[in-house]
């Protein structure tokens, strides 16, 4: 049996490399990971969703300090925003976690860690810093970039992407965001909310294109009540420097061209795998910009190399990799063939309201020829969500021609906290009926997820055949005032 140095190597240290490497190593695996920036933590940690998520909350006390009569408050002066005091923050949140993804932790975990970026000279060895190291099994966990289309002049145009968005120098007073998915409709709403006039662009007609459309359109709304200028169904013809400013030039489905300036371009047009500089070729490994090849084991076209998180293509959220790392130490260091199942894997898109979703929404459904039926109810009918100022948003359960629940998505306050009921009760396939009759405290927002499985129950509890059954059995008498008696 051929030896080598190490048991699993793990190339890129971010959610999914990161998992598999404490994972590893805690069961006995000698264990190497190699990064190639200067600290451990990925996209997530540092271009993503930490500092997305701490400005996004700046944002929204901004926008409150901005609109205290809402809450009863008299009216104040806030001066502007100072945009390095907002990246300092940033900065400041990110130094806190890099504490647990730090090369320190790592090391004293066991692992072997090593800066540097790796080419493969042969199916189970790298050659990195002048060195090669050689491993059994190998994790590709590189993760992804922004992708920049062939847009004609988009390379000669300076532009930012999400790695260069939280550590601006200032506020930007104008910004054309290419792209209305996730991050362009969370950064759009958080910049326009700073000060920044916010325009976005999108080829689609709606924004957040995996979602059904009308829980889409009420972000829409929100971000457009607020000011954020849309231009969907719009394909970006060209792109120019003009010096102080920049220009988009988009045509929109009525054959209408429009020239749009700012001072800012942010490029948000979805995630290219990164691949480049592996020497995935000459190993036979099968890729594309989409990402990695793998099964359903995670194992790439090289059965003894795996392919974690966005690299792999499929959930770009960093819970999915941080899943998707569990799934590779099952398969590489504990030998037990375990697959991946994405049925109930959960996401938010963390916009004002955030809009949180698990399972089929009603566009999946449709897609996959299911017959299902839908639930709702509202957040203004919720006595909690009244009380914080959030009137806006609905809770949608889509239950299949069983009458079983396979989707739930949620735009509200808290959505993506109000999630985490649903992927216990999917997940464990615990009854519709449990839940509708299991006690929430009052009041919260938390009682939504009760009351939307009661809409389901109700017509049925409060059935004309139920009051029937109950008249005869037990002689109830039935309304003490006629309807017409109501009307006041
Ligand atoms: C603006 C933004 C906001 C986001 N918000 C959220 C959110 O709220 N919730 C959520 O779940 N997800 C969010 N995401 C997605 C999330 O960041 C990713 O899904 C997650 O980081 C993927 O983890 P990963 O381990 O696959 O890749 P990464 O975390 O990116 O890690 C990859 C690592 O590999 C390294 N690397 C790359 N190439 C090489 C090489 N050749 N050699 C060695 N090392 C290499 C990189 O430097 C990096 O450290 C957001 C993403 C963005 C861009």
Not at 272 to 286: F, K, Q, R, T, W
Not at 298 to 318: C, E, M, N, P
Request: net charge neutral; hydrophobic share 35%.
């Amino acid at each position: 049996m051929a030896n080598y140095e190490f048991d699993i190597g793990v190339i890129g240290g971010g959610a999914a490399g990161l998992t598999v490497t404490a994972g590893a190593t805690q069961l006995g695996a000698k264990t190497l990971l190699v990064e190639k920036d200067k600290e451990l933590g990925g996209d997530c940690l540092h271009f993503g969703c930490v500092p997305s998520k701490t400005l996004i909350k700046s944002a929204h006390v901004y926008h409150q300090m901005k609109n205290p009569k809402a809450y009863g408050l008299p009216p104040v002066d806030v001066p502007p925003v100072d945009f390095k005091q907002i990246s300092e923050r940033i900065r400041s949140v990110i130094g806190t976690i890099q504490k647990h993804d730090s090369e320190e932790r790592f090391c004293k975990l066991g692992a072997k860690v090593e800066l540097g970026e790796p080419t493969f000279s042969d199916e189970h060895t790298i050659r990195l810093n002048g060195k090669t190291y050689s491993a059994k099994n190998w994790v590709i966990s590189t993760g992804s970039s922004a992708v920049a289309p062939p847009i004609p002049g988009l390379d000669k145009t300076p532009y930012i992407t999400n790695r260069e968005i939280f550590y601006m120098d200032h506020l930007p007073q104008s910004m054309i965001i290419l792209g209305g998915g996730p991050i362009g409709s969370e950064m759009g709403q958080a910049f326009n909310r700073f000060g920044t006039k916010v325009t976005i662009v999108d080829q689609a007609t709606q924004i957040l294109g995996k979602e059904d459309p009308d829980m889409a359109e009420l972000v829409k709304g929100v971000m457009e009540s607020e000011g954020v200028e849309f231009h969907l169904g719009a394909s970006i013809e060209s792109v120019k420097d003009l010096g102080r400013e920049k220009e988009v030039v988009v045509k929109t489905d009525d054959g209408k061209r429009r020239s749009l300036k700012a001072e800012i371009i942010l490029v948000a047009l979805g995630r290219g795998a990164n691949v480049g500089g592996l020497g995935l070729d000459e190993i036979g490994i099968d890729f594309s910009l989409s990402g990695i090849k793998v099964d359903n084991r995670l194992r790439t076209s090289q059965k003894h190399i795996y392919a974690a998180g966005d690299v792999a293509g499929g959930f770009q959220f960093t819970h999915a990799a941080g899943y998707e790392g569990g799934i590779v130490v099952s398969n590489a260091i504990f030998h037990l063939p375990r697959k991946t199942n994405y049925t109930f894997l959960p996401w938010c898109t963390y916009t004002d309201p955030p809009l949180g979703s698990i399972g089929m929404n009603e566009t999946m459904a449709k897609q996959a020829g299911i017959r299902y039926s839908t639930w709702v109810e509202a957040f203004k009918d919720n006595d909690r969500s009244l009380a914080e100022g959030e009137k806006i948003g609905k809770i949608k359960m889509i239950l299949d021609e069983k009458e079983k629940p396979i989707g739930v998505q949620i735009l509200g306050p808290n959505a993506g906290d109000l999630l985490a009921e649903w992927v216990a009760i999917l997940n464990g396939k615990v009854k519709l009926s449990t839940l509708a009759a299991a006690v929430h405290p009052y009041p919260t927002i938390g009682e939504i997820n009760k009351r939307v499985a009661g809409t389901y129950f109700s017509p049925k509890i409060f059935s004309d055949k139920v009051k029937k059954t109950l008249k005869f059995f037990f002689h109830l008498k039935g309304r003490a005032c006629s309807p017409e008696e109501c009307v006041v």
